[in-house]
């Protein structure tokens, strides 16, 4: 069974930054959209970042500027530079891939903490 592995968090102080890197266990027919969200403590799961296949993008409006989500359809790969990283960017950071065969597969998520 496909799994998506994700890394790259990790605890940043504010400004500065990480790069977030989610792969497929191995090869998935048909990638759609690949996206990534965020689940700050006591708060719903919020998409950030996503990326169609033709590598068209789209930003949640607080992150605008600051993160870029980029792919690599050779590598079933997705990744998020993320940037000027403020305290309110804190949480688990999931990636989300949507395939035509298997439709909607999530990461286990991975922790980014930025302190003030």
């Known amino acids: 069974q496909v799994q998506l592995v994700e890394s790259g968090g990790g605890l940043v102080q504010a400004g500065g930054s990480l790069r977030l890197s989610c792969a497929a266990s191995?090869?998935?027919?048909?990638?759609?959209?690949m996206g990534w969200y965020r689940q700050a403590p006591g708060k719903q799961r919020q998409l950030v970042a996503v990326?169609?296949?033709?590598?068209?993008?789209n930003y949640v409006d607080s992150v605008q500027g600051r993160f870029t989500i980029s792919r690599d359809n050779a590598k079933n790969t997705v990744y998020l530079q993320m940037k000027s990283l403020k305290p309110e960017d804190t949480g688990v950071y999931y990636c989300?891939?949507?395939?035509?065969?298997?439709?909607?597969?999530w990461g286990q998520g991975t922790q980014v903490t930025v302190s003030s």
């Open positions: 989300n891939v949507e395939a035509t065969a298997i439709g909607s597969l």
């Open positions: 191995r090869s998935i027919f048909r990638i759609n959209d």
């Open positions: 990326i169609s296949r033709g590598g068209s993008t």
